[in-house]
C-alpha cells in the first residue's frame, strides 16, 4: 500500500482523479416571470414575499414543469415519482453522457455508477435505468445516495473515490434533483419557508468522472460536521403531496459558525491554510449562505464569483450544485498543478460536508 505526499495511505495505491463533468438543465424560466406570473397571484401580490424572490439573487431558473403552465401542489406524491422517473432518466443521461464524453471515456469502461438524489423514488431506480440507456456493462456496480439534501454530493464522491482507489476502475457519480416536482400549496405569505423555498430551488442533473491516475483533480479528503440539536432548522418530509421543505431563517448564521472549524479540519492535515486555496466551490444554497461562507473565511468577490454565478444562473439545484460550481471554477481559470480546491454543501442535520481536492497533470 503506497501513501499520499502527505502521509495519507492509498488503498489500493491509486489515486482517485475527477477527469471529467457534466451537467443538463431543462428549459430556463426567468426569476421574474415565476413571480409574476405564478405565485404573485396565489400570494395576493405580498411584498414581503415579491421581495423574496426578486432578491435571492437570482435570474434564471430551470425545471421540468413550469410553474407559470402547470401547478403540481395538488399532484399526489405517485404522480410526481412517475413524472421524476421520466424527466430525470432523460437529464440525468444527458449529463452522464457529457461527463463521460469530456473524459474520453465510454459507458462500458465505468465500474461503478453513484446516483445521488432527495427528489425521488423508483425501483427499479435510475441507476438501473439509465446504466441501460448508456450501454453500460450489465455487471457495473451500483450505489444510490437518498435523501441527504443539498450536502450529498459529497458523500457520493467520496465513495466513488474510494471504488476508484480500490479497484483501479472509473466510475461515474450523478446528482439529478428535480425540486419543480414539489411544489405545495403557497395562497398563505406568512409561510415564508415555502415562500423560500419556492423563491430557491430548481432543476438539474451534474455528473462527474472518476478515474485512476490520470491528470485531473484528485480528491484526497472528505468531511463531515453535524451541529447537536439543530434538525428542525432544516427539513424534507415525504408527505402526500409531495415532498415538503421545512427551513428556518437561521440556518445560514448556525452554518456560518462551522465554517472555520469544518475549513482548518479539512485542509490543515495536508499543510494548507486558506490563503492557499486556489479555488472555492461553496454551494450556493441561497445567497445569505454565499455571503456568510465568505465573511467567515475573507473570501474576495473574485473567489465567491462562481458560487454566485451558478446561483444566478441556476438557483439551487440541491445535490447538483456544488458540482456546477465546481465546473465552473475549472471553466473560469487554468489551475495549476498542485493548487488545491475545496468545495462545501450544507444540507438537513445541520451538516456541512466539504471535500479537499488537488490538481494534476
Same mark, same amino acid.
Given at each position: ?14 489515486r482517485a482523479m475527477i477527469t ?49 403552465e402547470t401547478d403540481v401542489s ?129 432543476? +438539474?442533473?451534474?455528473? *462527474? $468522472?472518476?478515474?485512476?491516475?490520470? !491528470? @485531473? #483533480?484528485? =480528491? ?5 460536521? /453535524? ?47 486558506v490563503g492557499d486555496v486556489a ?57 495549476? +498543478?498542485?493548487?488545491? *480546491? $475545496?468545495?462545501?454543501?450544507?444540507? !438537513? @442535520? #445541520?451538516? =456541512? ?5 488537488? /490538481?494534476?497533470?
Amino acid at each position: 500500500m503506497s501513501g499520499t505526499q502527505d502521509g495519507r495511505p492509498l488503498v489500493g495505491g491509486h489515486r482517485a482523479m475527477i477527469t471529467g463533468h457534466g451537467q443538463a438543465v431543462p428549459e430556463p424560466v426567468a426569476q421574474k416571470e415565476i413571480w409574476e406570473d405564478a405565485f404573485a397571484g396565489q400570494l395576493n401580490g405580498d411584498r414581503v414575499a415579491r421581495q423574496i424572490f426578486l432578491r435571492a439573487g437570482i435570474t434564471t431558473r430551470h425545471a421540468v414543469v413550469d410553474p407559470r403552465e402547470t401547478d403540481v401542489s395538488g399532484w399526489s406524491t405517485g404522480d410526481r415519482m412517475r413524472r421524476y422517473v421520466t424527466e430525470g432518466r432523460k437529464l440525468g443521461g444527458a449529463a452522464v453522457t457529457a461527463a463521460l464524453a469530456d473524459a474520453g471515456r465510454t459507458a462500458d469502461e465505468i465500474g461503478l455508477f453513484v446516483v445521488v438524489s432527495c427528489t425521488g423514488y423508483a425501483t427499479p431506480g435510475l441507476d438501473i435505468k439509465i446504466a441501460e440507456d448508456l450501454g453500460m456493462d450489465p455487471g457495473v456496480r451500483r450505489l444510490i445516495v437518498g435523501h441527504m439534501g443539498c450536502y450529498a454530493a459529497i458523500p457520493g464522491l467520496n465513495a466513488a473515490a474510494d471504488f476508484v482507489r480500490a479497484q483501479g476502475l472509473p466510475a461515474v457519480m450523478l446528482c439529478v434533483e428535480l425540486t419543480s416536482l414539489h411544489r405545495q400549496p403557497s395562497n398563505d405569505p406568512s409561510d415564508l419557508q415555502t415562500v423560500v423555498s419556492h423563491a430557491l430551488f430548481a432543476d +438539474a442533473a451534474a455528473a *462527474v $468522472v472518476l478515474e485512476p491516475d490520470a !491528470p @485531473g #483533480l484528485e =480528491l484526497l479528503h472528505t468531511t463531515a460536521a /453535524t451541529v447537536p440539536g439543530t434538525e428542525e432548522l432544516m427539513t424534507w418530509d415525504v408527505t402526500a403531496h409531495g415532498f415538503r421543505m421545512g427551513l428556518s431563517p437561521k440556518v445560514p448564521d448556525v452554518l456560518a459558525g462551522q465554517v472555520e472549524e469544518a475549513t482548518a479540519e479539512l485542509i490543515t492535515p495536508f499543510g494548507y491554510s486558506v490563503g492557499d486555496v486556489a479555488g472555492w466551490a461553496v454551494h450556493p444554497g441561497g445567497r445569505r449562505i454565499v455571503e456568510v461562507v465568505a465573511e467567515r473565511l475573507k473570501l474576495s468577490d473574485d473567489q465567491a464569483a462562481a458560487s454566485r454565478e451558478i446561483l444566478d444562473r441556476y438557483g439551487n439545484c440541491s445535490s447538483a450544485t456544488v458540482l456546477m460550481v465546481l465546473a465552473r471554477i475549472r471553466e473560469q481559470r487554468r489551475l495549476q +498543478a498542485g493548487e488545491p *480546491v $475545496v468545495a462545501m454543501a450544507f444540507g !438537513p @442535520g #445541520l451538516t =456541512l460536508c466539504s471535500a479537499l481536492l488537488r /490538481t494534476a497533470r
